[in-house]
């Protein structure tokens, strides 16, 4: 999916400036600050929003999208996945298995936790779309709900284009191509390895980054041990 020279206006104010990106068939994540345009880029993408300026070149297939907030009308979980689309039963309730979710299916949407919430959304979005837009898909998750959800995003990463908005440094680590984003702009993108660095981290989010090894692994923590 290729983003070109994106610009997006909103009530006047600028809100994504030239935003080029091309996502890769893979796990995409972008990072940045609250109000840095990561919600508004999905939007733009999914058609919510009119660009000013700009191209979206689409992957074939349709999108899948899973909001960072939704409050259908009263309903149950398998009517929240129906919702909008033409999706068989039995593909649903793969994807909701898959996340560990399929007992809640005549479960009446609005009485699940924000996390079993946000699960039921993703497996929806996941059986949907080829190309599958997730927005902070891991927020309100505990440790159990989050490693399945990273392992799902891991899995289906090989056959879709999985983008997804994050403030979890940990889960770009992770990530096959990872996008900064800034004051509605793209401050860097690439491979973990080239767009995760102490000095980028400390950029983007302004403070203190620091790179901790872990075993094998390298995350990054916020320092807060001197403020
Ligand atoms: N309908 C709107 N009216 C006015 N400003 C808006 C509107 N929608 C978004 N904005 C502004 O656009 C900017 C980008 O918002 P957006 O939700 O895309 O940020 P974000 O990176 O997803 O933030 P967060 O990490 O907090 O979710 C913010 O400053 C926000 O206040």
């Known amino acids: 999916m290729l983003i070109k020279g994106l610009s997006t206006q909103i009530h006047g104010k600028v809100i994504l400036s030239d935003v080029t990106v091309n996502f890769m068939k893979g796990l995409n994540v972008i990072l940045g600050p609250n109000g840095s345009g990561k919600t508004t880029l ?27 907030e939704f409050f259908p009308a009263p309903m149950r979980v398998i009517d929240v996945m129906r919702s909008g689309t033409s999706v068989r039963d039995s593909i649903y309730l793969s994807y909701l298995q898959e996340l560990g979710m399929d007992e809640y299916r005549e479960r009446e949407f609005s009485t699940l936790s924000s996390g079993e919430k946000r699960m039921v959304l993703v497996a929806k979005a996941l059986a949907e779309g080829n190309s599958v837009l997730m927005d902070e898909p891991l927020s309100n998750l505990d440790a159990r709900n989050y490693v399945r959800l990273v392992k799902a995003m891991r899995k289906f990463s090989k056959t879709k284009t999985i983008i997804v908005t ?17 004051n509605g702009m ?3 993108e690439g491979d973990p390895s080239s767009a995760l660095t102490e000095e980028t981290l400390s950029t983007l989010y302004d403070v203190k ?5 872990v075993g094998e692994r390298i ?7 001197n403020i």
């Open 186 to 188: 793209v401050f860097k």
């Open 42 to 68: 999905l939007r733009t993408i999914i058609g919510m929003i009119d660009p000013v300026m700009g191209e979206i070149t689409l992957d074939e297939g349709e999108i899948g999208y899973s909001p960072a």
């Open 219 to 225: 995350i990054f923590v916020k320092d807060i041990s």
């Open 209 to 213: 980054m620091r790179r901790v090894k």
């Open 166 to 182: 994050s403030h979890d440094v940990e889960l770009a680590t992770v990530a096959d191509h990872v996008v900064l984003m800034k």
